[in-house]
């Protein structure tokens, strides 16, 4: 072939290669290949797969640069010059897309960033093996939300970029546009969170039946709850009944509340009712707006506010009554809410709707059917939802649409701070995209939470800016250290850096671990003499279930790794006190409130605020690296029931020891010859034995140098600072 004009020799070569000799997706890899394309955000790498960013008011941005490779077989990559072949950047970096006139959500186009080869000083390539290296020119994060990276090929030699034909790399190999999930500074300062059934907090059974939790009480009790931010389970309208057949479907005695019959319409049992509220005391609060009041046909929110209760349902119906105090008893919540310093979430209900939602007959072209044109019913596995109809959501633009604007409309109505996504594992990409992108054009600092109870290769790319740890299972049965910490770096290993997980040990899924717990320490102690005669002086089967309970938590918020994945603590309503009856949000259990005010359950509670004030003076458990001193090493113990590991900076250290034997006191002296700088003193900072009040002192044996020996009670946990020499 005749060389290109005024191009080079390689120049042709490249242009044969690249443009002419191949069908797009149709590449002999073994002659011509694009790929390992990846990202450098400030000083980490990330693969294409995913990569974080996290952006705030002491960080407005990150720089980042975009590296990929190019092989091409029939060319020396030595005699490469700059110039021979070139690429260039293709992102939507900072753009979060817009809605159209027709109110239809849109990505935007993206824009183009020069890249170069990546040469040493006299000109000469440095390559990756045989592969030329292009680097992009840098270039910042300053916004939150998703966004994508691909890189394109070209040897036209034309002098206009925009004019050149162009060849991206995912024609030429198996390759994906990289993603960059950018979320706000706080998320990675890894903040607890606590999960709350709004039905459930303050709830009673009387004469009339079941009386619900309401939005109220769980406001009065937020200054009580230990956590950074509160996760509202859904709170919208549930519904009941199949629309086809009138069947009663729902769950329990009271209904799922993620059968959703209408997404912007709240369930009314959580709601105060117009007879007890005082809607002039709402409007003087600023709780009850100018916008609802025009939207119920008034003037103003001062015209609301003059109406009796009796006036007010005459004049706008009790339904929109209700629906207009519900609003402003959530604004109340997250008044107060951000009064204290915390944030409020709420779940995105994105699968399935109840199975009389007009939805089904407005929209079935949004749903799964079954053989008889009627909504499928939602399985996984062998668990069946039968009191829900299954969206048709993968790549359904209208549904999508739809589904992406419920959060923005919540948090604008009623200043929520964002999302936890149900099963966002199973959603497709693109959509979870569009939901963060639409959330934080509303709320540029908003969490959105994705909840991934899944295998972890299903979870590497998930791109929200907290997903789950899978700790439960570990926590209920854990007895030995080995296979957590496998657990622990299997993780680091798989998720970008910079990922925080929240870990928990139990919540609405799942029955109360401390009660497992108890149940099973209380068999122990009948059935083992040795069990019995080591608790006679300790305490109870009870004071050991919460034991087991305070522990699991001090795991979770410190058992992380800043630059692999990081835990951030998750805890269901009740768990800081040692409840034990199950949230059971179906059916019409009560939980009961007063079990905090009695020992050893009032003593759990204060270890908690004790803990949760405390870690957020340890930097080593945000910013930290982290060593797992396994059991088969020096110091060790030999029957692997104690979980240790230092989390450590240039500067500081923190030693956490977990014994996991429930009987025997366990000593270990681990070595710390791998801090950056000689550990010559400790200081006992938390003791959960102590914190819970119970007897058994500590038994401390320097044994000279850099170990120290430490006695470890049953289900006893410490921290420890080491300080520098």
Known sequence: MADRPNGTHLQSVFYEQLHQHYQRH????????????????????????????????DKPYCQAQVRAELFVGAVDPQEVRAGDVDARLWTDANSRGSMDGEGTYRDDTGWYIPMRLRCDPDGV?????????????????????????????????????????????????????????????????????????????????????????????????????????IYLLPFFQPGYTDLHTGEDVRKGNLGSPYAVRDFFVMDADLITPPEECDLAALVDQGLATDADAVAAGLDDAQALGALSADAAMRRLGRDELVQLIGRAELRALTTRAHELGKRVIFDLVLMQTSRDC??????????????????????????????????????????????????????????????????????????????????????????????????????????????????????????????????????????AAHTVAMAYFENHDSPRATAIWYERYVRLLKQDQVAAAAWQDRGTALHMALLKNLQASLVDLSAGFHAGSNLACGLEWGSWWGEMQPTDFENDTVIDGDTRHRSPHTELEAAYEQLLTLVTEWEEVRLGRVYYHRNDGAGGDPADCVLGYVRYTDTGALMFLHNLDAVTVRQVAPECDYLPWPAAGRDLLYDTYAALRLPGPISENASGGKSDSWSLQPLQSLVVRLRSG
């Open 26 to 57: 149709a590449f002999d890899n073994w002659m011509v290949w694009a790929g390992n394309h990846g990202v450098r955000i400030d000083t980490t790498d990330y693969s294409a797969t995913l990569a974080r960013a996290y952006i705030g008011p």
């Open 125 to 229: 390539p440095e390559l990756v093996g045989n592969n030329l290296v292009f680097e992009s020119v840098p270039f910042r994060l300053d916004t939150t939300g998703v966004f994508h990276y691909s890189v394109d090929f070209s040897a036209d030699g034309c002098a206009d970029p925009a004019a050149r034909e162009w060849i991206n790399l995912s024609d030429m190999a198996d390759n994906r546009n990289g993603v960059i999930a950018v979320g706000p500074a706080w998320v990675e300062a890894c903040p607890s969170v606590v999960e709350i059934c709004v039905r459930k907090v303050g709830a009673s059974r009387t004469a009339a039946g079941f009386r619900s939790g309401r939005f109220a009480t769980v406001t009065a009790e937020l200054h009580r709850i230990p956590a950074d931010v």
């Open 358 to 495: 007009p939805l089904i007959i407005e929209h079935p072209e949004w749903y799964v059917m079954d053989a008889q044109g009627h909504p499928k019913i939602h399985r996984i596995a062998w668990l069946e939802y039968s009191d829900v109809a299954l969206f048709d959501l993968v790549f359904n633009w209208p549904l999508q649409n739809y589904l992406s604007g419920i959060a923005p409309y919540w948090m604008e109505t009623c200043n929520l701070d964002g999302v936890r996504i149900d099963a966002s594992q199973t959603i497709d990409r693109p959509f979870l995209k569009q939901i963060k992108n639409r959330i934080n054009a509303v709320c540029p600092d908003a969490l959105v939470l994705g909840e991934t109870l899944c295998p972890l290769n299903e979870a590497v790319d998930v791109p929200a800016d907290m997903i789950y740890a899978l700790m439960v299972d570990f926590h209920r049965d854990m007895q030995h250290a080995t296979p957590l910490i496998d657990f622990l770096e299997r993780m680091h290993a798989c998720f």
